[in-house]
């Protein structure tokens, strides 16, 4: 399963990189916001530090619109994945990107059909937001399982990116199912290197060796 960092934070995005573990980049028009860049210069420094798929989204409503939006995005590096809502719109939007040979990834999907809607237009990626759904008492890695199972029944092609993870549960739930890929924010990425056996041990370990007084270096 693929990790991708859900983040516009350029310093977090490299911290992570170092480690081997990132194998893209979300960003959407919030994180934007959060980060204070501008959105062609972040995403192309983004694009210059990770090798794998950046998401950057169109922020217009119709779709000849998007589709200018998504070919200037797409001409900032060969590895923008464009991403677009899951509305008619994006739909038609994605189809347009895909036959021309870029990665589309489609967000904000909360349904089944909606994912469904997204692999017959030949999507990259999907973007379920399993967050938002647990948010009003649904359960967002249901809906994680039913694509799965969709998406094999019919052979589709298109990678399940599950989206708005808020814990690493949701990670390791994504990771059961057999999710592509998971994007989650630094601080939950992090987080799954914690265990307190693993910090218990390591101290007593810490401790016995300086008992011996002996060095490695
Ligand atoms: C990523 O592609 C999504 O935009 C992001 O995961 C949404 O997360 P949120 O629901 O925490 O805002």
Same mark, same amino acid.
């Given at each position: 399963?693929?990790f991708?960092?859900d983040?516009?934070?350029?310093?977090?995005?490299?911290?992570?990189?170092?480690?081997g573990?990132?194998?893209?980049?979300?960003t959407?028009?919030?994180?934007?916001?959060?980060?204070?860049?501008?959105?062609l210069?972040?995403?192309?420094?983004?694009?210059a530090?990770?090798?794998?798929?950046v998401? *950057?989204e @169109?922020? &217009?409503?119709?779709?000849?619109?998007?589709? =200018?939006?998504?070919?200037?995005?797409?001409?900032? /590096?060969p590895?923008?994945?464009?991403?677009?809502?899951l509305?008619?719109a994006?739909?038609?939007?994605?189809?347009?990107?895909?036959?021309?040979?870029?990665?589309?990834n489609?967000t904000?999907c909360f349904?089944?059909?909606?994912a469904l809607?997204?692999?017959?237009?030949?999507?990259?990626?999907?973007?379920?937001?399993?967050?938002?759904?647990?948010d009003?008492?649904?359960?967002?890695?249901?809906l994680?399982?039913?694509?799965?199972?969709i998406?094999?029944?019919?052979?589709?092609?298109?990678?399940?990116?599950? *989206?708005? @993870?808020? &814990?690493?549960?949701?990670?390791?739930?994504? =990771?059961?199912?057999?999710?592509?890929v998971?994007? /989650?924010?630094?601080?939950?990425?992090?987080?799954l290197?914690d265990?307190?056996?693993?910090d218990?041990?390591l101290?007593?370990?810490?401790?016995?060796?300086?008992?011996?007084?002996?060095?490695?270096?």
């Open positions: 399963m693929k991708f960092v983040t516009a934070d350029i310093d977090a995005i490299a911290e992570l990189n170092a480690t573990m990132v194998d893209g980049v979300t959407n028009p919030s994180l934007i916001l959060k980060s204070g860049r501008d959105i210069e972040v995403t192309k420094e983004i694009c530090l990770v090798k794998g798929p998401s *950057a @169109v922020v &217009s409503l119709e779709a000849d619109d998007m589709i =200018a939006e998504g070919r200037k995005l797409a001409r900032i /590096a590895n923008i994945a464009v991403k677009v809502p509305t008619w994006g739909l038609k939007t994605c189809k347009t990107l895909t036959d021309e040979g870029h990665m589309v489609v904000l349904s089944a059909n909606q809607l997204a692999a017959k237009a030949g999507a990259t990626f999907i973007s379920p937001f399993v967050g938002r759904l647990d009003i008492n649904l359960d967002g890695m249901d994680i399982g039913d694509i799965r199972t998406y094999d029944n019919f052979g589709f092609e298109t990678q399940i990116l599950v *989206a708005s @993870v808020r &814990s690493v549960n949701h990670v390791t739930q994504s =990771a059961l199912i057999g999710a592509d998971v994007t /989650a924010p630094p601080a939950v990425l992090k987080k290197a265990h307190p056996l693993t218990a041990g101290a007593a370990f810490m401790a016995d060796w300086a008992k011996t007084g002996q060095k490695i270096l």
